[in-house]
């Protein structure tokens, strides 16, 4: 069994004004639409973490964020990770002081990396997730804006070597060629990741089988695999997820 660290299973839940976006098909709850509830089940099922993004882009719906962060904190025992809308240290200080475990910074890091310093030399490394959505284009793995809308002449590799150097504590590579399409996650940039870089990388985009998750920590050597309508439509339950991981000689917390 390979030993080392414990492989994190991380359900990833979207929140628009308070209220859990993609369609939820868990039983048992009574509003299937409070991520507190969800996460709290997630947690109940064995989650390791939980990642909640925030995609209202009103200042209103922020409040009610922080508001449902607060409430996250006190109910789940679990780290959680929150993004979305983070823009300057401000609001950074707003979702750790709401009771966030860390941050989770995406494209106001590439437009202005300094932000990562100023993340982690205030609160330390380990509070600051550097999120990059990229796409393996002709010429090569690109870092992209705006949900996926916009390429960047930033490379994959180079950003996330440039973000761990800043002081990021993890990075969360999310492959938009594989986002959504449930054939498995991009696992020979996730090991290109994780064997140039000495932090963390968590894998996102393309879960659709307990298969993918095994693929990615043995293939990619990911350390942590994120996903969401895997989980939310009850098609992977967690248990039986690291039942089976651990059966395949994965390391993970039961």
Same mark, same amino acid.
């Given at each position: 069994?390979?030993?080392?660290?414990?492989?994190?299973?991380?359900?990833?839940l979207?929140?628009?004004?308070?209220?859990?976006?993609?369609?939820?098909?868990f039983?048992?709850?009574?509003?299937?639409?409070?991520?507190v509830?969800?996460?709290?089940?997630?947690?109940?099922q064995?989650?390791?973490?939980?990642?909640?993004?925030?995609?209202?882009?009103?200042?209103?719906?922020?409040?009610?964020?922080?508001?449902?962060?607060?409430?996250?904190?006190?109910?789940?025992?679990?780290?959680?990770?929150?993004?979305?809308?983070? +823009?300057?240290l401000?609001?950074?200080?707003?979702l750790?002081?709401?009771?966030?475990?860390?941050?989770?910074? +995406?494209?106001?890091?590439?437009?202005?990396?300094?932000?990562?310093d100023?993340?982690?030399?205030?609160?330390?490394s380990?509070?600051?997730?550097?999120?990059?959505?990229?796409?393996?284009?002709?010429?090569?793995?690109?870092?992209?804006?705006?949900?996926?809308?916009?390429?960047?002449?930033?490379?994959?590799f180079?950003?996330?070597?440039?973000a761990?150097?800043?002081?990021?504590?993890?990075?969360?590579?999310?492959?938009?060629?594989?986002?959504?399409?449930? +054939?498995?996650?991009?696992?020979?940039?996730?090991?290109?990741l994780?064997?140039?870089?000495?932090?963390?990388?968590?894998?996102?985009?393309?879960?659709?089988c307990?298969?993918?998750?095994?693929?990615?920590?043995?293939?990619?050597?990911?350390?942590?695999?994120?996903?969401?309508s895997?989980?939310?439509?009850?098609?992977?339950?967690i248990?039986?997820?690291k039942?089976?991981?651990r059966?395949?000689?994965? +390391?993970?917390?039961?």
């Open positions: 069994m390979s030993m080392g660290l414990a492989k994190r299973i991380i359900p990833c979207d929140v628009k004004d308070g209220e859990t976006v993609k369609g939820i098909n039983v048992n709850l009574r509003s299937a639409g409070d991520p509830e969800l996460g709290k089940a997630y947690s109940e064995g989650a390791d973490e939980l990642c909640f993004l925030d995609i209202t882009a009103s200042f209103e719906g922020r409040k009610t964020f922080t508001e449902m962060v607060t409430r996250v904190a006190e109910t789940i025992n679990i780290p959680f990770t929150v993004g979305g809308g983070i +823009n300057e401000k609001d950074v200080e707003r750790l002081y709401a009771g966030a475990d860390k941050v989770s910074v +995406n494209s106001a890091a590439i437009r202005r990396p300094e932000l990562i100023e993340i982690t030399t205030k609160f330390g380990q509070v600051c997730v550097v999120a990059i959505d990229a796409r393996l284009d002709d010429d090569g793995w690109h870092c992209y804006l705006k949900g996926g809308r916009e390429r960047t002449e930033r490379g994959l180079e950003w996330a070597r440039e761990q150097e800043r002081g990021a504590g993890e990075i969360l590579f999310t492959s938009m060629n594989h986002d959504g399409t449930k +054939n498995g996650y991009a696992n020979e940039a996730l090991r290109e994780s064997d140039t870089l000495s932090i963390p990388i968590i894998a996102s985009g393309g879960a659709g307990k298969e993918h998750f095994r693929d990615t920590f043995v293939e990619g050597h990911s350390d942590a695999a994120l996903a969401a895997v989980f939310h439509f009850g098609e992977i339950p248990p039986k997820l039942q089976y991981l059966e395949e000689g994965i +390391n993970v917390r039961l």
